[in-house]
């Protein structure tokens, strides 16, 4: 990628002496200041009709009582101001959506940096044909189908005849309620996803690495500091953007988990893996309720938007 | 030195059983797949089928509509396909052109990005309601054609093309279509190459968005049927996990092919 964008810095120095000649050549030909629009506008209006306004139709129907009779006709929708609102926060389920989001995203962000940096750097200590073998393995989880991951650890956690319940009982231990007991259900739900998102971000601290100059290992390590020195006065440090970004992306991902809890749990037991993304889907396509259900998504835009700008702003204070 | 070349080994050895844990969970998937379903049910597990029976692989396709939910697949991977070639026209416009509001728009399009599906789900169902589009292989397709994040790298790329070879084509006489065509395209090869394998893992894995869209069987996804073969029959491991590997397997063969692409499209997700 900097291959890439390095030249694109140079391009952009003559792009002004370009743009005169380009000018000249287009003034020339009639309706040619069109042709950038003709090039725009598929993908903008695409992304307009499905990424811009249905902000504002979430907005406008989290005002109203739209549900499935209103799906056949408009005139069974009516305008009920905050009501949606007003149901949302005195519902206990959507609390514990909630507090179930925040509890993921507390178990899986911090552990999705650590493990996948301490991976990456590990990967990154040799060049050997072992080591960029290895990588493959580690990306894998990363491509592959979330809901055939969810089944093959839905198999593995299975309490008759699953594989992990097996090797408990090898060592003599009791075997474990994985997916049914309230609380292991969410750990068990959040591994699947750390095992998962894992991949990702490895590949990212990876290539971060390899932007860093060679010298400045060289130069550490005539200073005599050994491998682990190297690795946090040097390397982690160089990292920072890489592991800020990483954290940003994480936690959005995470705010919207939603793919294994459905294929695992289904929310279950008694709503303990519900996610706040999983309680919109549940209200809105299995009750059908689109007004309630638009209310809580914007809720959700709301504390994304939020939690992104804190973000931000910390960042920017930080490199001050 | 005896410590430097001591610790890449104990190193490797840790990597390895990592790596091991990943491999095995797939070898788990494809060999319960071919064990004969009371096996599968027995405890304690068997390591290594006693035979194996592709009787699982087949009821996929002939007791259960696999084979319909495969073409969907693909026909919905193909119709993304098309949104290659309008994300390149618009990275190419933002590239290479300047025109009133283009700031602005490119504002916009970055904006986008930050909007989570779980908001835009329910109003893009009711406008594909509106228009008979829900239950459509379509419109599945439609919402995901686009993405914002890939007009930015084909932008990126495409910055990179030098404008004299555009103005030689132009003073040549070669109308934009052509220009575009026979010199922007075949110059984007590489991020061609890396959007498309993107676009077919990300197409052939969607899962939320299909889910909510299709609801007849006839217009199910892989993934779709797969989650719903969950609910069904949640007591046939090997059917299970031969779906499984119906899904994962086309994947872990694509990314034997392009690994560096798709590697590539990954980092460059990471490091705008």
């Known amino acids: 990628m900097t291959q890439t964008l390095r030249p694109a810095t140079k391009a952009r120095a003559t792009t002004v002496v370009a743009a005169k000649v380009r000018q000249a050549t287009r003034t020339k030909r009639n309706g040619a200041h069109l042709t950038p629009y003709l090039f725009v506008s598929p993908a903008f209006l695409c992304l307009i009709a499905f990424g811009v306004a249905p902000i504002v139709v979430a907005a406008a129907v989290s005002l109203t009582n739209m549900d499935i009779s209103g799906l056949a006709s408009w005139r069974n929708v009516e305008f009920v101001g905050l009501a949606n609102y007003s149901a949302l926060f005195s519902d206990a389920a959507f609390w514990e959506s909630l507090r179930n989001t925040a509890i993921f995203v507390g178990m899986g962000v911090p552990v999705i940096v650590v493990v996948s940096l301490a991976v990456a750097i590990a990967l990154n200590q040799s060049s050997s044909r072992f080591f960029r073998a290895l990588r493959a393995f580690y990306f ?23 594989l992990l319940n097996y090797l408990l009982s090898t060592v003599g231990l009791p075997p474990v309620s994985w997916l049914t007991d309230p609380v292991v259900a969410k750990f068990s739900v959040a591994l699947v996803a750390i095992w998962r998102a894992s991949g990702l971000n490895i590949i990212i601290f990876l290539a971060a690495q390899q932007a860093i100059p060679k010298e400045y290992y060289e130069a550490a390590s005539i200073d005599g500091a050994g491998r682990w020195r190297q690795i946090f006065n040097v390397t982690i440090p160089l990292l920072r953007f890489a592991i800020f970004f990483v954290s940003v992306t994480t936690l959005i991902s995470w705010m919207q988990f939603f793919d294994e809890p459905y294929v695992l749990t289904q929310g279950g037991p008694t709503g303990a893996t519900t996610s706040i993304s999983l309680y919109i889907y549940q209200q809105g396509f299995r009750f059908n309720e689109f007004g309630f259900a638009s209310a809580a998504s914007l809720v959700l835009f709301v504390i994304i938007f939020v939690v992104t700008a804190i973000q931000l702003r910390t960042r920017r204070f930080s490199d001050d | 030195m005896i410590r430097a070349r001591r610790r890449p080994v104990l190193l490797a050895l840790a990597l390895a059983a990592g790596a091991l844990l990943t491999a095995f969970a797939f070898l788990w998937m494809l060999t319960t797949s071919v064990k004969p379903l009371g096996e599968a049910r027995r405890f304690p597990p068997t390591i290594v089928p006693s035979k194996v029976s592709f009787d699982s692989y087949l009821r996929l396709f002939r007791d259960l509509d696999f084979g319909t939910y495969l073409v969907n697949t693909v026909v919905v991977v193909l119709i993304s396909f098309v949104g290659l070639l ?30 989570p599906i779980q908001v835009t789900m329910i109003p893009t169902y009711l406008l594909l309601n509106s228009v008979k589009l829900t239950n459509t292989l379509v419109g599945i397709a439609l919402p995901a054609l686009v993405s914002a994040f890939a007009i930015f790298l084909f932008r990126q790329f495409m910055t990179t093309i030098p404008d004299d070879v555009l103005e030689a084509a132009r003073l040549d006489g070669a109308n934009e279509a052509r220009i575009f065509r026979s010199i922007v395209i075949p110059m984007s090869k590489p991020i061609f190459a890396v959007q498309a394998v993107l676009t077919f893992i990300a197409g052939w894995n969607s899962f939320l968005w299909p889910l909510i869209i299709a609801n007849d069987e006839e217009k199910y996804t892989l993934a779709v049927g797969l989650a719903l073969l969950n609910k069904q029959l949640s007591v046939n491991p090997p059917l299970q996990m031969a779906g499984a590997s119906l899904m994962v397997v086309p994947i872990l063969v694509v990314f034997a092919i392009f690994q560096k692409y798709i590697v590539q499209g990954f980092t460059m997700s990471g490091l705008k």
Do not use: C, D, E
């Not at chain 1, 093959?152 to 699953?162: D, E, K, P, T, V």
């Not at chain 2, 994300?87 to 909007?115: D, E, N, P, Q, W």
């Open chain 1, 140 to 162: 894998l989880p990363a491509i592959t189908a979330i809901v055939a991951i969810s089944l093959i650890w839905g198999y593995l956690y299975n309490s008759q005849f699953g």
């Open chain 2, 86 to 115: 309008l994300m390149a026209m618009a990275g190419y416009a933002f590239a290479k052109f300047h025109f009133r509001g283009k700031k602005v728009m490119f504002a916009l399009v970055l904006a986008t990005m930050m909007i």
